[in-house]
């Protein structure tokens, strides 16, 4: 986990903040550029089980009305 423009601080902290299974992925950006770097976590369950391609594509208000209930999908 080599990353050419982070300190050896906040590489440390980085790879302490993707170790926690609170977290799922961390996007880094160097200030001033476009290059960006995204740490995913591998324990993730998300990342393990791909969902299938749908057969023909879904129509906005259902894509809106997933993302406004998503958060009591768990529930």
């Known amino acids: 986990m080599y990353h050419p423009f982070l300190s050896w601080w906040e590489a440390l902290l980085t790879r302490l903040l993707i170790r926690s299974p609170r977290i799922g992925n961390i996007a880094i950006r160097e200030y001033g550029t476009s290059t960006h770097w995204v740490l995913y976590n591998s ?15 879904e129509p906005a208000s259902m894509l809106l009305e997933r993302l406004y209930h998503a958060p009591d999908a768990t529930k």
């Not at 990342?47 to 594509?57: H, K, R």
């Open 43 to 57: 324990t993730d369950p998300f990342l393990s089980e791909p969902s299938p391609p749908p057969d023909e594509p």
